[in-house]
């Protein structure tokens, strides 16, 4: 979006006096648009999906995004943290925390001198959003929705990195969800009149993931 923005800007200073029929243009064209950019304000998940890259966090929204929206998006980010996923339970797909690890380690007393010179504080579960958002971006050679599933991250932000992975895993486009659950006619046929809705949701998405290969399950022509 940010991206596009600037790519109007530039347009409209090379042709406002060059081309002024192209350059009205460009205005419509940009209304059109700041029509559905305007939308990202109804949700924090667009700003979510800013603070919670690696590459980019607040520091992005702070440097690319105009004075007054600064501060309300950065705060219903926070906001979405601390209602949803502060206090919920950790679901870590790792088999031991950071901390069963230490107690599982004996450390000697050489160990000890070492951990009272760290400068590197332990996680807080109740501070990964704070401590996450202090950092400064980093350069990831993946998606941020890989970089987010790694055991590492997951360890280290085990709760953050679950509202990372759902705001990430949410499809740019609502075509191809339109598209798997338009097949459902083929599904509900005279003979199957009474499968209810939560039912053939089923169905559509198991057909779903067997056609597209996460399944593990050989793809099945349901034509």
């Not at 007393?109 to 996450?132: A, H, N, P, R």
Request: aromatic share 10%; hydrophobic share 35%; with cysteine.
């Amino acid at each position: 979006m940010d991206a596009i923005v600037r790519h109007y800007k530039n347009a409209q200073s090379r042709y406002e006096r060059s081309n002024p029929a192209f350059f009205e243009r460009i205005k419509a064209s940009w209304l059109v648009f700041d029509k559905y950019y305007t939308k990202t304000e109804d949700t924090p998940v667009y700003a979510a999906a800013l603070v919670l890259h690696p590459a980019r966090r607040t520091q992005y929204i702070r440097k690319n995004w105009k004075k007054e929206w600064q501060r309300p998006g950065i705060n219903s980010v926070k906001k979405l943290w601390e209602s949803s996923y502060l206090n919920a339970p950790v679901n870590c797909s790792t088999s031991l925390s950071q901390e069963e690890n230490d107690q599982a380690r004996p450390v000697n007393k050489l160990g000890q001198l070492l951990q009272s010179l760290e400068v590197i504080s332990k996680q807080s579960g109740e501070d990964e959003y704070t401590q996450f958002t202090m950092q400064g971006p980093t350069n990831i050679q993946s998606s941020a929705l890989d970089w987010w599933l790694h055991d590492e991250q997951r360890e280290q932000w085990p709760k953050l990195s679950q509202m990372a992975i759902n705001i990430f895993s949410i499809p740019a486009m609502s075509d191809d969800p339109e598209r798997v659950f338009s097949g459902a006619r083929r599904t509900i046929s005279w003979e199957r009149a009474r499968l209810g809705a939560a039912m053939i949701e089923k169905l559509e998405c198991l057909k779903n993931w067997i056609k597209v290969g996460i399944s593990g399950v050989d793809t099945v022509d349901y034509d």
